[in-house]
C-alpha cells in the first residue's frame, strides 16, 4: 500500500503559476503509473494529468498545453507544473497510483490532497 502527501497549493492570480508535489511511500514507487486529479466544489473528481512508469502522459483537454506532469522516482516524488493558471482550475488536487483500463483508475486511498484557489 502507497501512502501519498500532497504539497504545494496556494492562493495565486489568473495567469499566474504553481507546482503541486506528491511525496509517495510505502511501497516502491518505481513500479506505479502514477495521476493527478482534482475535485472542484460539487462536482466529481477528474483526472487532471497522468503518467506511465515508461513515461507516457496524458492530460485533460481542459489543462493540455498548461500542465506538465513529471516524476522523480530517487525521490518517490511525482510533480503537476501548472501554468497559466485559469479561476476554473480552483479545486483541491490529488495524486493517485493509477492503472490503465481505458481509463486511469485510482488505486491507492487518497491523500488529504492540497487546495489550489486562483482568483483576483
Known amino acids: 500500500q502507497v501512502q501519498l502527501v500532497e504539497s504545494g497549493g496556494g492562493l495565486v492570480q489568473p495567469g499566474g503559476s504553481l507546482r503541486l508535489s506528491c511525496a509517495a511511500s510505502?511501497?516502491?514507487?518505481?513500479?506505479?503509473?502514477m495521476g493527478w486529479f482534482r475535485q472542484a466544489p460539487g462536482k466529481q473528481r477528474e483526472l487532471v494529468a497522468g503518467l506511465t512508469t515508461a513515461g507516457s502522459t496524458n492530460y485533460a483537454d481542459s489543462v493540455k498545453g498548461r500542465f506538465t506532469v513529471s516524476r522523480d522516482n530517487a525521490k518517490n516524488t511525482v510533480y503537476l507544473q501548472m501554468n497559466s493558471l485559469k479561476p476554473e482550475d480552483t479545486a483541491v488536487y490529488y495524486c493517485?497510483?493509477?492503472?490503465?483500463?481505458?481509463?486511469?483508475?485510482?488505486?491507492?486511498?487518497w491523500g488529504q490532497g492540497t487546495q489550489v484557489t486562483i482568483s483576483t
Open positions: 493517485n497510483t493509477v492503472v490503465k483500463l481505458g481509463t486511469w483508475v485510482p488505486l491507492s486511498s
Open positions: 510505502g511501497s516502491i514507487f518505481s513500479i506505479y503509473n
